[in-house]
C-alpha cells in the first residue's frame, strides 16, 4: 500500500483526463447494461403472446421488484402493436450499442493522456534523479540494470496502476449491476453465489504473491540481459580483437536462457490465475442454471423467455469483470514488486549536495590549498592520507605515480566529484564544501584520457552544454585544440555527426575535440587527467601544443605517465600508496634517488 500511495502522487496532476475517463467509463458500462437489459423485453416480444388480461403486482421487496418488471413489460407489450415495438427496441439496441462503443472510445482516449503522463514523469524524476547521485553511485550500480529501472519497471509500474484505475471504475459497477439484476429476479439462489467469493479470493490472493516473487526475478534478470549487451556493444572492438565472439555469445545464451525460465515461470503463473477465476465464475454459473432450469422444468418457475435469458445473459456478462477484478490484484503485485525497485533508487540521496548557506565563487583569484587531506571509499580503506599542497593561481602542478598511487582521486576531489573524509580543501580560504557545486564546477575544465563524445554533431559536443554559443566562438575553440584542420576535412564540417562515443573519429581526433569544449568554456582552473597518454606521437605533439596554449595564464593540475610531458612544470607531486613521497621540480627530482627519478629512467630507457 505505501508503494501505491508513493506511486498516486504521479496520478494526482492527470486528475483532468482521469475524471473525464472514469466519467465515459461509468456512461460505457451504464449503456453496457442497458444492452443487456434489452434482451428481456427483445425475446418476450418474439416469443410471448401477449396478456389479456394484467393483474396488478402487489409489493413485496425484491419479488415484487421483479413483478413489477415484468408487468411493465407486459403492458407495453399488451397496449402496442407488436412490429412498431419491434422496431423501437431495434433502433434502442443500435443506439444503446453505438453511444456504448462511443464512450469505450472516449474513456480510452483520456485513459491513454493519462497512462502516457505517468510514464512520462515517473521516467523523468528517476533520469533527472541520477544526475543528482554522486560518482560512487555510479560505481556501484550496473548501468544495465539503471536502463532496465527505467524503460521496464515504469512500465510495470504503469500498467499496474492503468488496470487497478479500470478496474476500480469498470468492473465493481458491473458487477454491481448485473448482481442486482440477478438479485431481483432470484435472490435466494444469488445470495448463495457469494459463498464461493472468500474462496476465489484466497486463491488469488496466493497467486498474487508468487508472482510479485516471479516479476521480481524477471525484471532482474533484464538488468543482467541489459548490461550484458551494453558491455558488448561499447566493447566489440575488444571482442573481434580477442576472438571472443563465441564467448559471448555463449555468456549471453546462459542469461538468456535463465530470463527464458523465469519469463515462463511467471506466464505460467500469470496465465494460470485466470482459468481459475473464470472456472469457479463457470461452477458457479452451472450451479445457478442447474437451479433455474430444474425450476423451469418442474413448473415451478415463474421466469417468462425473456426473463430467463436475462438472467443467464447476466450470469455470463458477470464472470468477465469478476475475472479482471481479481486479475488486478496480481497486476497490483506485480506493479509493487517494480514500484519498490524504482523507488529504491529514487529514495538514495546523493552525498555530494549543496551545504546549508553555501556560497557562489564567482571568480578564482588566490590558490587551492590542500591541508591533511584523506580519503576512502564506502567500500575499502584510505586511498589518500595527509595531502598537503597548495596550488597557485597561474601554476602548473602535475601529479605523478604509478597506477593506484591516488592521482586521479585527488583531481576528483577539487570539483567535488568526491567529498574528502579528512582535511580540507579551500579556494580562496573557503572550503569547497561550502561553495555552490554549479558555482565551484564552473570554475573548472576537465579533460580525460577517457573521452567521452555523444552521438551528435561536432559543433554540438563542442558547444555542450552552450547552447546558444555563436559559432565564431566553436570555431576559434577548434582551432585553439588543433582540431580546426581535420574537422573541415570531414564530409560535412562542423555538423558532421560522429557517432556514439565519437567513434567515427580517431583517438586524437576525439581528444582534441574533448580540448575544444573545454577551450570554449574558458574555465580559470584546468584538470587534465592522463590528458595525452593515449595518443600517438604526431596526435601527442597536436594535443600537447593546444594544451600549453591553453594553459598560458590558467592554473592547470596535470596528471600524466609521460614525464615528458610535465617537465615544465611549477611543481611535481610525486605520489605513492595514497601520499605524497616526494616534491619539486622536474630538475630537482631527478637528481635526486627517490621514485620520480626510477620512473624517468625507466620511461627514458623505454624510448631508447
Not at 396478456?51 to 421487496?61: D, N, V
Not at 453465489?193 to 474462496?199: A, D, M, S, T
Not at 611549477?570 to 630537482?588: C, F, N, P, Y
Amino acid at each position: 500500500m505505501r508503494i501505491y500511495l508513493r506511486i498516486l502522487k504521479y496520478v494526482r496532476p492527470h486528475w483532468k483526463p482521469l475524471v473525464w475517463s472514469n466519467l465515459f467509463m461509468l456512461l460505457f458500462v451504464a449503456f453496457s447494461v442497458l444492452s443487456i437489459g434489452l434482451v428481456m423485453p427483445f425475446v418476450d416480444l418474439l416469443f410471448q403472446q401477449p396478456p389479456t388480461k394484467i393483474l396488478p403486482a402487489q409489493p413485496r421487496g425484491l419479488l415484487d421488484l421483479k413483478g413489477l418488471i415484468i408487468e411493465k413489460f407486459s403492458v407495453i407489450i399488451a397496449g402496442h402493436d407488436r412490429l412498431f415495438l419491434l422496431q423501437i427496441l431495434c433502433l434502442l439496441i443500435l443506439a444503446t450499442f453505438l453511444l456504448k462503443n462511443v464512450f469505450m472510445f472516449l474513456q480510452t482516449y483520456f485513459m491513454s493522456i493519462v497512462e502516457q503522463g505517468i510514464v512520462r514523469d515517473i521516467r523523468f524524476d528517476f533520469y533527472a534523479h541520477l544526475h543528482d547521485l554522486s560518482l560512487d553511485f555510479f560505481t556501484e550500480e550496473r548501468k544495465g540494470v539503471l536502463i532496465s529501472h527505467l524503460l521496464n519497471d515504469v512500465r510495470v509500474i504503469n500498467d499496474s496502476v492503468i488496470a487497478i484505475i479500470n478496474s476500480i471504475f469498470r468492473d465493481p459497477p458491473q458487477i454491481i449491476a448485473f448482481t442486482l439484476i440477478l438479485l431481483i429476479f432470484n435472490w435466494q439462489l444469488t445470495l448463495g453465489i457469494f459463498v464461493l467469493f472468500p474462496v476465489m479470493a484466497l486463491v488469488l490472493s496466493k497467486i498474487g504473491d508468487s508472482l510479485k516473487r516471479r516479476s521480481i526475478k524477471v525484471q532482474e534478470k533484464i538488468g543482467d540481459l541489459t548490461t550484458i549487451l551494453d558491455e558488448i556493444l561499447s566493447g566489440m572492438r575488444v571482442v573481434k580483437a580477442f576472438g571472443t565472439e563465441r564467448y559471448e555469445v555463449e555468456r549471453f545464451l546462459r542469461e538468456n536462457d535463465r530470463y527464458y525460465a523465469l519469463q515462463v515461470s511467471l506466464t505460467r503463473r500469470r496465465a494460470i490465475a485466470a482459468p481459475i477465476t473464470e472456472y469457479l465464475g463457470v461452477l458457479t454459473a452451472t450451479v445457478i442454471l442447474y437451479y433455474v432450469g430444474y425450476e423451469t422444468i418442474g413448473g415451478k418457475s415463474e421466469m417468462t423467455p425473456g426473463v430467463f435469458l436475462l438472467y443467464l445473459t447476466a450470469i455470463l456478462q458477470l464472470m468477465p469483470p469478476v475475472k479482471l477484478f481479481g486479475q488486478m490484484f496480481n497486476s497490483a503485485k506485480e506493479g509493487a514488486g517494480a514500484g519498490e525497485r524504482v523507488f529504491r533508487i529514487l529514495d538514495i540521496k546523493s552525498k555530494i549536495v549543496d551545504s546549508p548557506g553555501a556560497v557562489d565563487i564567482p571568480e578564482f583569484k588566490d590558490s587551492i590549498v590542500f591541508k591533511n587531506v584523506s580519503f576512502r571509499y564506502d567500500t575499502g580503506g584510505e586511498v589518500l592520507k595527509d595531502i598537503d599542497c597548495v596550488v597557485k593561481k597561474g601554476s602548473l602542478v602535475a601529479l605523478v605515480g604509478p597506477s593506484g598511487a591516488g592521482k586521479t582521486t585527488v583531481a576528483d576531489l577539487v570539483p567535488r566529484f568526491y567529498d574528502v573524509t579528512g582535511g580540507s580543501i579551500t579556494i580562496d580560504g573557503i572550503d569547497v564544501r561550502r561553495l555552490r557545486l554549479r558555482s565551484l564546477r564552473s570554475l573548472i575544465g576537465v579533460v580525460t584520457q577517457e573521452t567521452i563524445l555523444f552521438n551528435d554533431t561536432v559543433r554540438n559536443n563542442i558547444a555542450y552544454g552552450l547552447p546558444d554559443c555563436p559559432f565564431d566562438s566553436i570555431a576559434a575553440a577548434a582551432k585553439a585544440a588543433n582540431a580546426h584542420d581535420f574537422i573541415m576535412d570531414l564530409d560535412h564540417g562542423y555538423d558532421t555527426v560522429i557517432g556514439e562515443r565519437g567513434m567515427k573519429l580517431s583517438g586524437g581526433e576525439r581528444q582534441r575535440v574533448s580540448i575544444a569544449r573545454t577551450v570554449l568554456r574558458n574555465p580559470p582552473i584546468l584538470i587534465l587527467d592522463e590528458a595525452t597518454s593515449a595518443l600517438d606521437s604526431e596526435s601527442e605533439i597536436l594535443v600537447q601544443q593546444a594544451i600549453d596554449s591553453l594553459m598560458q595564464g590558467r592554473t592547470s593540475i596535470v596528471i600524466a605517465h609521460r614525464l615528458s610531458t610535465i617537465q615544465h612544470a611549477d611543481l611535481i607531486l610525486v605520489l605513492d600508496d595514497g601520499r605524497i613521497v616526494s616534491r619539486g621540480t622536474h630538475e630537482q627530482l631527478v637528481n635526486q634517488d627517490g621514485l620520480y627519478r626510477r620512473l624517468h629512467e625507466l620511461q627514458f630507457m623505454e624510448r631508447a
